[in-house]
Nanobody
Framework: QVQLVESGGGLVQAGGSLRLSCAAS????????MAWYRQAPGGEAVAVIS?????DYSDSVKGRFTISRDNAKNTLYLQMHSLRPEDTDVYYC??????????????????????WGRGTRVTVSS
């Protein structure tokens, strides 16, 4: 129903930068909140962006990472600066749905349904 594909991961030196992307397809009009996780799907929520554009970050990345979305392109981004070796992980794209947008409830979407990408690996060397 909603498909998510991450890209942009790779190997970077400590202090460097990467930009992760998540391309969404399917019933993207039913997507409300999007987020980036690491450790595992449902692990550590690194950054969250709501449908109204408000953002939230984990303490470990606050001030270094920026989450954004381009709704016209159905793409979520995570701009990562000042990377540390402890940032090394697989990063997963997450989307939560809302049934309040017509015709999402008729299509079978309920508030808070979650979809996940398969992840993109980020490796930070010291």
């Amino acid at each position: 129903q909603v498909q998510l594909v991450e890209s942009g991961g790779g190997l970077v030196q400590a202090g460097g930068s990467l930009r992760l992307s998540c391309a969404a397809s399917g019933d993207t009009m039913c997507v409300s909140t999007m987020a980036w996780y690491r450790q595992a799907p449902g692990g550590e929520a690194v950054a969250v962006i709501s449908g109204d554009g408000s953002t939230d970050y984990s303490d470990s990345v606050k001030g270094r990472f920026t989450i954004s979305r381009d709704n016209a392109k159905n793409t979520l981004y995570l701009q990562m600066h000042s990377l540390r070796p402890e940032d090394t992980d697989v990063y997963y794209c997450n989307a939560k749905t809302s049934g309040q947008v017509y015709p999402c409830s008729a299509l079978g979407y309920a508030n808070g349904m979650e979809f996940w990408g398969r992840g993109t690996r980020v490796t930070v060397s010291s």
